[in-house]
């Protein structure tokens, strides 16, 4: 009996690694995209912040705008938003509450009124003192919504 001899096949080529260029060129590529996203990023406008004396309400938005600290004009605004906004038209009461370390007040009212497209206002003139903090109060039916305190 023969063993058969062994066969002779060709010798395969080298195991192909990344060439240095190809591998440089994609170091490069990845490190000019990250810096686009920190660029980017860091020209971008930061987010602007909640409106001060104003509370984000389930279908809406309530705000008290005047000179916070002060005696002035206030005015109370009520806007419905997104599909809340085209149902029908409600009557609100609109208002304001003050506080300073020692009481918290009844709420004063400006008056009541329904909404039109979606939103209603109504000012009046308040009288502060500069230690006291306010807020906008909103009365539907039997339920008091209201803004975060804004002080002085």
């Known amino acids: 009996m ?4 062994p066969r002779r096949t060709a010798p395969r080529p080298p195991v192909r690694r990344p060439d240095a260029r190809c ?25 602007p912040p909640a409106p001060t004396g104003c509370g984000e309400l389930v279908r809406g ?18 806007r419905r ?7 029908d038209e409600i009557a609100v009461r609109l208002g304001y509450q003050r506080k300073n ?3 918290t007040a009844f709420p004063g009212w400006f008056g009541t009124r ?10 009046g ?8 903090c306010i807020r906008g109060v909103m009365e539907r039916g039997e339920t008091l919504y209201v803004t975060k305190w804004t002080c002085d």
């Open 2 to 5: 023969s063993v058969p001899a």
């Open 23 to 47: 591998r440089a060129r994609r170091v490069t590529v990845a490190t000019a995209a990250l810096c686009l996203v920190a660029a980017t990023a860091a020209a971008a406008p930061p987010a």
């Open 61 to 78: 938005q309530l705000c008290l705008q005047g000179p916070v600290g002060a005696d002035g004009m206030y005015t109370a605004t009520y």
């Open 81 to 87: 938003s997104g599909s809340a906004a085209g149902l």
């Open 101 to 103: 370390e020692r009481i």
């Open 114 to 123: 329904r909404t039109q497209g979606g939103a209603v206002g109504l000012s």
């Open 125 to 132: 003139r308040v009288e502060m003192l500069a230690e006291e």
